[in-house]
């Protein structure tokens, strides 16, 4: 399954979101931290967690990677337009800064996307730990690649109830891997 991919795995391009990028390419930033639409989740629900500004909410970021990361204003700022415009949040000017609270559209947003949510968290403790130098050994590389390739290869006739079995196998299988070893003999001692 791997050999026809093998010389963007070799190089790490990054496309799962988490690789380092080889002489940091894109402008000069670092390793992609966040999926598409992962940041808007996020700050929606660190938002609806506690109204804040967005100097607050990078550092709240910040924290979660355990100062491994911080999103650059850059990238806060027009996300946070966004979901303004979007009438998911809304933006109280306070003292010259805008004071950011979730609306009830907003969380209508989270409660429908409380999986996506759940991902996101996910991605950002991988991601964490590939951005303190954590990087994943080959072997997992081509298996995260078999499975992506599963996927596309998958008849792209999604019941219900398919959708339901791939997505609990999905989830199941990124819980077991965050939850490490240690969890996992756990749980099988207390299922014999």
């Given amino acids: ?24 390419e894109r402008g000069g930033r670092g390793p992609r931290v966040f999926a598409p639409g992962d940041l808007k989740l996020l700050l929606l629900a660190l938002i609806a967690e506690q109204p804040c500004h967005g100097y607050d909410l990078i550092r709240q970021i910040e924290g979660m990677f355990d100062g491994a990361y911080s999103p650059s204003p850059g990238v806060i700022y027009p996300t946070l337009t966004f979901l303004e415009e979007s009438e998911m949040i809304l933006g109280d000017a306070e003292g010259g800064k805008k004071r950011y609270c979730v609306t009830d559209t907003g969380r209508q947003s989270l409660a ?6 759940d991902g996101v968290r996910v991605r950002i403790d991988v991601s964490k730990r590939s951005l303190r130098g954590h990087d994943r050994p080959p072997e ?3 298996a995260v690649h078999n499975l992506r390739h599963a996927l596309q290869l998958h008849h792209g006739r999604w019941s219900a ?7 609990a196998l999905l989830n199941d299988t990124a819980k077991a891997i965050v939850d490490g070893p240690a969890v996992q003999v756990t749980q099988e001692k207390a299922n014999d």
């Fill in 161 to 167: 109830e398919e959708i339901q079995r791939v997505a």
């Fill in 112 to 117: 429908e996307q409380a999986v996506a949510l």
């Fill in 140 to 142: 997992i590389h081509e």
């Fill in 1 to 24: 399954m791997r050999d026809h991919h093998l010389s963007h795995r070799e190089h790490g391009d990054g496309r799962d979101g988490f690789e380092k990028r080889p002489g940091r």
